[in-house]
């Protein structure tokens, strides 16, 4: 058991660090923050430098385009980029992190082809479309309803929190395909191109003001049979190959990011009581970094993730409302104006969201009692 | 980085806890610390780990398995040394609780000046006669006697952070016992006609301390490995974190163990309390989770001095 990175990961960590240190300073000025149109374009600028100095797709495999970095290095890429203050994936979260890796895993070679490399280039972005009004965490009750038509599904229904919804080229959608199965079991999972007639798109305000969420209102859309991935009537499992991919190391750069902005918070926490829990904090995330790390050599030698994927998304994002809620306190009144004093309150309102999104900390408790811990399932009615 | 237990480490696991499950049913450690258990760890090689070329990664392992298996006594005191011994921090005067003073041969205490040694027979104290921890038998000394200084502050400040390591390495052991005894008993006791682990409540108090065992394991292991190759890490801050999401595991595992038990785990008879009584215990030595705490939070950027 050691922390050691090999001598290939130093000299990789070496090369990125020498890299990130001249493109940085060249990035152009960033966009207006609700200016989701410009932001699509300056998060996919960074991707295009990305893939021109051959870090896109830095997990994925080198037959599709990626890097084929091992574990160890992806997780020295997320480091090194957070720790430069890098620009986050963004738009390209998508598209990079969830869509990318299922085509590679369940697509056709069609599919790949077409999508994979333009995903990596930055001239593809993708939205998801999973969850419905009455579809959140019980996500296998999605009601949106597809009926095959020749060689077209027509499909109806509704979906929200669509992330990206109003600049992505393509979503990620699962679809009801067989109304009578049991609810498991007949779902599909298409790819749906946002411009297609009958899609309408409204921004979702959050409590931050900003709408890069969006519900999408679905009215007879023709989505051809050749965007389908996987069977039909397959969706759960290819759906759970999706989710897998966010359990990996989708929250890897929100933990380093959250040890810098306790490192950004510190100069401001003169009462000791505060001073005490940001310690308690910052000695916990770097629990939470080490389990993680402990999950990436699991990984590696097995293929795949150990048990404590399951726990880190639920242990990172409560430390993270801790450390929302201890800004707040920290700053007293000058949380009166969100943008008062570096982004603390902004991070406070974002990270309220945290233990909902990509499944509440409920939901997590539940994975981790059943999946982990082997008890028994709650009786369904 | 390989931050996995190695095929030597899992059997240096295995092979402690089925010694440990074979020689210290729970009903030998109810009868508390004696000498003999100390003749048998000692043959084991439990307190010659690092004499025998066991890297620090390898000596947590163990020790988790100790605080496993509750086993009591001075056990990080003893570690290295062919005798029974405790180390506290404390200085000549000073009034101090001492454990296990019956069984020990000599008390190292840790000083601004270095290490003292002091032999057991010197120290003069009266045992409580009703110790939380029923296993950790505890002397009060009034006056800590000078003794003979024996090691420089130095080398007490490396040897505080070892057994501070080791420490945590018990707690994460009685983390570890308490999530498996708590799911153990959800699954088999019945209420309402089904299991209680079925019932979310429950389900989710055991999932929040399998959480916190694990993330103290890995931290608690991230530090050892950190100690072992310096460059890989802060040590310090590592270490810190270490006792401070060990101790607090241990203690919340106990505290919510208890609950899940329900009245069980209110009795004596059930071992819930024995474990949460020496997470307390340990929570006392080598600086609580608060002090440490407070040491991480002094590596952090400061404010300004006119801000403080
Ligand atoms: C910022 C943000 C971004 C998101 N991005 C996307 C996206 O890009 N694409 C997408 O498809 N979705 C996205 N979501 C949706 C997200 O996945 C859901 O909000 C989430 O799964 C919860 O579903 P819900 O909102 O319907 O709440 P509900 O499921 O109605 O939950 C309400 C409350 O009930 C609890 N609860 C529900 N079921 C149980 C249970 N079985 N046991 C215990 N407690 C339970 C929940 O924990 C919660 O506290 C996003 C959400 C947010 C807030």
């Known amino acids: 058991m050691d922390l050691r990175y090999s001598d290939v990961d130093e000299a990789f960590r070496a090369r990125l660090r020498e890299w990130l240190s001249s493109e940085l300073p060249k990035l152009p000025v960033q966009p207006a923050r609700d200016d989701w149109s410009a932001r699509r374009g300056w998060d996919t600028d960074w991707q295009r430098r990305l893939f021109d100095a051959g870090y896109a797709g830095i997990n994925w495999p080198k037959e599709f385009g990626g890097q084929g970095a091992t574990p160890s290095q992806h997780l020295v890429f997320l480091e090194e980029t957070t720790r430069a203050r ?25 599919q790949k082809t077409d999508h994979l490399s333009n995903i990596l280039r930055g001239d593809e972005v993708w939205c998801q479309g999973f969850s419905e009004p009455q579809a959140g965490s019980d996500l296998a009750a999605v009601r949106t309803k597809a009926v095959l038509d020749g060689d077209h599904y027509i499909v109806t229904g509704q979906k929200i929190w669509c992330s990206y919804g109003q600049i992505g080229d393509y979503g990620e959608l699962l679809v009801r395909t067989d109304p009578d199965a049991p609810k498991h079991k007949g779902i599909t999972w298409l790819m749906l191109p946002m411009d297609l007639p009958g899609i309408e798109i409204r921004p979702l305000k959050t409590v931050l003001g900003s709408s890069e969420f969006a519900e999408l209102f679905l009215d007879e859309v023709r989505v051809p049979v ?46 000791p009581a505060y001073r005490r829990e940001l310690g308690h904090l910052a000695a916990e995330l770097d629990g939470v970094w080490a389990l993680t790390k402990r999950n990436v050599t699991q990984a590696a030698r097995t293929g795949v993730m150990g048990p404590g994927s399951m726990m880190i998304k639920y242990a990172y994002s409560e430390l993270r409302q801790r450390l929302g809620e201890l800004s707040m306190k920290v700053l007293e009144r000058d949380v009166l104006a969100i943008d008062a004093v570096g982004e603390f309150v902004e991070e406070r309102l974002r990270t309220l969201a945290l233990t909902i999104a990509a499944g509440t900390s409920q939901i997590q408790k539940n994975i981790i009692g059943e999946r982990v811990l082997g008890l028994p399932k709650e009786p369904r009615p | 980085m390989n931050f996995d237990l190695t095929d030597d480490q899992v059997a240096l696991r295995d092979g402690i806890r089925s010694l440990l499950m074979g020689r210290f049913s729970m009903e030998r450690v109810r009868e508390g610390f004696d000498r003999s258990m100390f003749d048998e760890l000692t043959e084991a090689g439990v307190f010659s780990l690092r004499a025998d070329g066991f890297s620090w990664a390898d000596s947590v392992v163990v020790y988790e398995e100790l605080g496993r298996a509750c086993v009591p006594g001075p056990l ?106 708590s799911v153990g008993y959800a699954i088999t006791r019945e209420q309402f006609g089904r299991p209680i682990g079925s019932f979310q409540a429950v389900k989710h108090m055991c999932a929040e301390m399998a959480v916190k065992a694990e993330v103290a394991r890995a931290a608690v292991q991230a530090a050892a490995c950190i100690m072992d190759d310096p460059d890989t890490g802060d040590m310090m801050r590592s270490l810190h974190g270490a006792k401070i999401v060990a101790g607090e595991a241990a203690i919340m595992t106990g505290r919510t163990a208890t609950q899940v038990y329900g009245g069980m785990g209110f009795t004596w008879e059930v071992d819930v309390h024995l474990y949460l009584k020496r997470a307390w215990v340990l929570e006392t030595r080598f600086g609580s989770a608060d002090t440490h705490a407070d040491a991480v939070a002094e590596m952090l950027p400061q404010p300004e001095p006119s801000q403080r």
Do not use: K
């Not at chain 1, 990011?257 to 950004?264: E, G, Q």
């Open chain 1, 226 to 271: 050749s965007c389908r991935i996987g069977a039909e009537n397959d969706g759960w499992r290819v759906t759970n190959v999706t989710l897998a991919f966010e359990r990996g190391t989708a929250f890897v750069s929100e933990m380093v990011d959250a040890l810098r902005l306790i490192d950004d918070l510190s100069p401001y926490v003169t009462d």
């Open chain 1, 86 to 110: 890098a620009p986050y994936v963004g738009v390209n979260f998508v598209g990079l992190l969830h869509a990318g890796p299922t085509i590679i895993a369940e697509g056709t070679e069609a």
């Open chain 2, 76 to 181: 990080v005191g003893s570690a290295g040394a062919d005798a029974v011994v405790d180390v506290i921090e404390g200085r000549s005067g000073d009034a101090v609780w001492v454990e296990h003073l019956a069984s020990l041969d000599r008390l190292l205490t840790l000083g601004n000046d270095g290490i003292r040694e002091i032999p057991a027979a010197s120290l003069i104290g009266a045992e409580a006669d009703w110790p939380l921890d029923p296993l950790t038998p505890a002397h009060r000394v009034e006056s800590l006697p000078a003794g003979e200084l024996v090691g420089t502050a130095s080398e007490a400040s490396r040897l505080l952070n070892e057994l501070t390591l080791l420490t945590a390495a018990q707690q994460v052991g009685l983390a570890s016992a308490l999530v498996d005894m």
